[in-house]
């Protein structure tokens, strides 16, 4: 099975700072993606990588940004953190956009103070 | 644009009770993908089915159902004599091939199964 991996579980930090977080997927999948989740918002798109050192906006980049050195690695960067962006972090690959669906990473709940 | 919309935010039913589980996409496209994906509380979205715009067929697998109709742009999820394992936030998701197939999630519906 297709398993996508985010190195954390929970995360605090203050506001201000520069966080990372990480997430690992072990298919040789091209897409990876970037969501959070917020309560009565459902999932929404931060950013996504087609491939390798690509990447585009989704539907909420400000504020992130993203890097894909590796075909398997896709990490979100938050440069100076916010308490608004205390939430939960989703990370997700796919084989073929949208034909088969995403496999999700178990997520990174992420408390900005 | 797409869009897709889950109007049952909170849905609380006791165990061995029918429930479903309502949702209506927007979509310009011929050609569409659906999706539904639960939440359990230890976080993980997990895949439950996948839907082509083309076939209407409605699905069974055990005790989960589900009923396509493109004539009111909706996809609707029934668990059949519900299990508290069954609780969970459920998300229903539509990707159409002009926006690049990706996905758009609807808001959500929680899911509390009482025994």
């Known amino acids: 099975d297709v398993k996508v991996t985010q190195s954390s579980r929970y995360l605090v930090k203050r506001t201000g700072e520069k966080v990372f977080l990480e997430c690992v997927q072990d298919m040789d999948h091209e897409n990876m993606f970037w969501y959070r989740q917020d309560p009565g918002l459902g999932l929404r798109l931060i950013y996504f990588?087609?491939?390798?050192?690509?990447?585009e906006k989704g539907d909420i980049p400000e504020g992130y940004s993203v890097s894909r050195e590796k075909k398997e690695r896709f990490s979100l960067i938050l440069e100076s953190a916010s308490t608004n962006q205390t939430s939960m972090y989703l990370c997700?690959?796919?084989?073929?956009?949208?034909?088969?669906?995403?496999?999700f990473g178990s997520g990174t709940r992420l408390t900005v103070v | 644009a797409q869009k897709v919309t889950q109007a049952q935010t909170e849905i609380s039913v006791v165990e061995k009770e029918d429930v479903t589980l309502d949702c209506v996409y927007e979509?310009?496209?011929?050609?569409?993908?659906l999706f539904w994906y639960k939440q359990p509380p230890s976080g993980e979205l997990v895949f439950l089915i996948r839907?082509?715009?083309?076939?209407?067929q409605n699905e069974i697998s055990g005790r989960y159902s589900w009923n396509f109709q493109k004539s009111t742009s909706s996809f609707n999820f029934t668990i059949t004599a519900s299990q508290v394992v069954d609780s969970a936030v459920y998300f229903c998701?539509?990707?159409?091939?002009?926006?690049?197939?990706?996905?758009?999630f609807g808001e959500g519906t929680q899911l509390t199964v009482n025994p």
């Open positions: 979509t310009r496209d011929t050609t569409y993908y």
């Open positions: 839907r082509n715009s083309f076939d209407e």
């Open positions: 997700a690959s796919s084989l073929l956009l949208g034909v088969y669906g995403y496999t």
């Open positions: 990588s087609y491939d390798v050192k690509m990447k």
């Open positions: 998701a539509l990707s159409e091939e002009s926006s690049g197939s990706r996905l758009t």
